[in-house]
């Protein structure tokens, strides 16, 4: 089973670029993380402060670790620096397809 937390973030505008550059610092800890597989941020297509850091763990316990992890006290202590709070959100997947599109 893989497990992936989407943090999202409903950042102030003026306070977008402290926002994104945290967001840098945290994904770096969290790549480095056993059992992560995968870590990236994205941004609505619509609107540019809501900001979203997508992770993927291997385990349940991994998962778990990133809940206590330094990273993630970093992500939910950014109030602040918000309009709105923390949302996290977690999907278990139990399976993936993989497909390429072609032109």
Not at 1 to 29: C, D, F, W
Not at 57 to 86: D, I, Y
């Amino acid at each position: 089973m893989t497990y992936v937390a989407t943090v999202v973030l409903q950042v102030r505008p003026s306070k977008r670029p402290e926002v994104i550059s945290a967001i840098r610092q945290v994904m770096r800890g969290l790549r480095m993380t056993p059992g992560c597989v995968v870590c990236r941020s994205l941004t609505e297509a619509d609107d540019d402060n809501t900001l979203m850091v997508v992770s993927e763990w291997n385990s349940e316990e991994a998962l778990e670790e990133l809940l206590k992890s330094e990273e993630f006290l970093v992500l939910r202590g950014m109030r602040m620096l918000l309009q709105k709070s923390t949302q996290l959100v977690v999907d278990e997947v139990a399976a993936r397809t993989v497909m390429i599109l072609e032109d």
